[in-house]
């Protein structure tokens, strides 16, 4: 089983990137269950500092990354924002498509993605283009989840997949191939296989 454990004594202050509240570090750490119930810890999968407010998240780099200059720090951090946007409409493209086509519901969330990023506005068309003509050549989506993993953190790699989870619910079911999908997401992004409960349970609270 695993757990989302926060160490609220280790504050990154004013540290994050988007509203500038505070961080503070967790980690996600596998323990010894049984019927249902965490008994101790086997080990720390991943450590990352997370803001409480904006639920924006990092790895610990973010500790050297808040030394450097302001124009670089932003520069860094806007980089990362358009990341997780470029393999969000990713991995929502290609979940979309898994079933063969792309329904008007579907379509009206991407396009709803596009609007909240609208200044990346024209890379993102073209990358939900060139996923809907040519799917996931050379892995193009899920190497897009494993620099989010990377380059964010653990946590955006979830954030991630549950909003793509979340489009593909808007039917009020996720059939077999997306959740075979979600399931190749979760490994090919460098996660534990235990992601995928999490993930689901997730998805299922919303
Ligand atoms: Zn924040």
Redesign the pocket.
Same mark, same amino acid.
């Given at each position: 089983m695993i757990k989302k454990i926060t160490l609220q004594n280790h504050v990154l202050e004013g540290a /994050?990137p988007?509203?500038g509240?505070d961080m503070i570090l967790h980690k996600y750490v596998h323990y010894f269950s049984l019927f249902g119930k965490a008994l101790f810890p086997l080990k720390i999968i991943e450590e990352f500092y997370k803001?409480e407010? /904006?639920k924006?998240s990092y790895n610990t780099d973010i500790k050297d990354l808040i030394k450097l200059d302001d124009e670089k720090k932003q520069l860094r951090f806007e980089e990362a924002g358009k990341l997780y946007a470029k393999a969000l409409i990713a991995a929502m493209t290609y979940m979309a498509v898994i079933d063969g086509h792309l329904d008007e519901k579907e379509q009206q969330s991407l396009h709803a993605i596009i609007g909240k990023y609208s200044n990346i506005a024209d890379e993102l068309i073209e990358i939900m283009d060139s996923v809907k003509n040519q799917s996931n050549k050379d892995d193009f989506v899920y190497k897009l989840i494993k620099k989010v993993h990377q380059e964010l953190s653990i946590d955006s790699v979830l954030a991630l997949l549950s909003e793509a989870v979340k489009m593909l619910m808007a039917d009020g079911k996720i059939d077999k191939n997306e959740l075979k999908l979600l399931d190749k997401f979760i490994l090919e992004a460098n996660l534990p296989k235990e992601f995928y409960y999490l993930l689901i349970s997730k998805v299922k609270k919303i």
């Open positions: /994050c988007v509203c509240d803001c407010v /904006c924006s």
